[in-house]
């Protein structure tokens, strides 16, 4: 397992951008975004593969919100633009320390590492 630290999240109208980075504290194999909205479970916002870069979205942000990465620092971004009161949740950042054979991105279960949360609020 590794340590993460998540940060930028904030208050911002809707329309408006954010951009939130998780550090980690190690070499990961794979890292993504969850949210989970008050009374609502977690989902799945988007996933990045370490070292092919490939990327995966949900379909309620995909071509609204970029996934990227920091080689030299550990570090992975989540880009959020045209942003939609929907988008308003506690945004968790997860992290796979081990190999990716039967990798499923989008499932909670596939990361071994996660962090504190930070929130993000769109008011309309």
Do not use: H
């Not at 911002?12 to 989970?36: E, K, N």
């Not at 997860?94 to 990361?111: D, E, M």
């Amino acid at each position: 397992q590794v340590q993460l630290r998540e940060s930028g999240g904030g208050l911002v109208q809707a329309g408006g951008s954010l951009r939130l980075s998780c550090a980690a504290s190690g070499r990961t194999y794979a890292m993504g975004w969850f949210r989970q909205a008050p009374g609502q479970e977690r989902e799945f916002v988007a996933s990045i593969r370490w070292s092919e870069g490939w990327t995966d979205y949900s379909d309620s942000v995909k071509g609204r919100f970029t996934i990227s990465r920091d080689n030299a620092d550990n570090t992975v971004y989540l880009q959020m633009n045209t942003l939609e009161p929907e988008d308003t949740a506690a945004y968790y950042c997860a992290a796979r320390t081990y190999g990716l054979i039967f990798y499923n991105p989008r499932a909670q279960v596939a990361y071994d590492s996660w962090g504190q949360g930070t929130q993000v609020t769109v008011s309309s």
